[in-house]
């Protein structure tokens, strides 16, 4: 299957600083990437939609000023968590799609702890 | 997108067949069934999707009812490293968009 790289797969901030996440499609080029958070023992909640060269697309509940998300090329999508707070600790996952293959492939996850 | 409801965990001995279920009665005609995997701590792995014909690849099969409201995911030889929340997802190809439900927890036992 396609590869998709992220990074870092594990962040300590302190709260009130802000924290970057990157999503990269390492073998194909992704019209859309996915941002999703797990809190342990729940499942994946999808936060936003990030087409290439346009605003990300956000779920009800999610803080776009918070989270914010940049997708500048067709193989890279970034999420920052900006002023984060113990609450935002969380694992985020990112995925990217290949609409020839209707396949959403995932990265290995960031386990983001704010202290 | 249609919901599906799947059992929340099943056990299947090593070495034999693992078939989990997974209903989705209010698929519409342009939604995909996909199939991923979750292993703890680690982002989801893609096994297989399909729309109306069953499906196979080297990792499994996947077999959906003539009238599409129900799956069923085949793992042929389930091994140890299987074991690993699964999801079944129904999806529109226009959005690639996926909601996870709560997914099985498969358990394979020695």
């Known amino acids: 299957g396609a590869v998709v790289s992220q990074h870092p797969s594990w962040v300590i901030c302190k709260s009130g600083t802000s924290v970057k996440i990157e999503c990269r499609s390492l073998d194909f080029q992704a019209t859309t990437m996915f941002w999703y958070r797990q809190f342990p023992k729940q499942s994946l909640m999808l936060m936003a939609t990030s087409n290439e060269g346009s605003k990300a697309t956000y779920e009800q509940g999610v803080e776009k000023d918070k989270f914010l998300i940049n997708h500048a090329s067709l193989t890279l999508s970034t999420l920052t968590v900006t002023s984060a707070h113990p609450e935002d600790s969380s694992f985020y996952i990112c995925?990217?799609?290949?609409?020839?293959?209707?396949?959403?492939?995932f990265g290995a996850g960031t386990r983001l702890s704010v202290l | 997108d249609a919901k599906t409801t799947q059992p929340p965990s099943m056990d299947c001995a090593e070495g034999r067949a693992a078939n989990l279920p997974c209903n989705h009665s209010t698929i519409s005609g342009n939604e995909y069934v996909y199939w991923y995997r979750q292993i703890h701590s680690q982002g989801p792995q893609y096994i297989i999707h399909g729309l109306k014909n069953n499906e196979t690849n080297e990792m499994a099969s996947l077999i959906i009812t003539e009238d599409r409201k129900s799956s069923t995911l085949i793992l042929p030889h389930a091994t140890l490293r299987d074991t690993a929340v699964y999801y079944c997802?129904?999806?529109?190809?226009?959005?690639?968009?996926?909601?996870f439900g709560q997914g099985t927890t498969l358990q394979v036992k020695p």
């Open positions: 995925s990217a799609w290949t609409s020839p293959k209707n396949i959403q492939y």
């Open positions: 997802i129904v999806s529109s190809s226009n959005t690639g968009k996926l909601i």
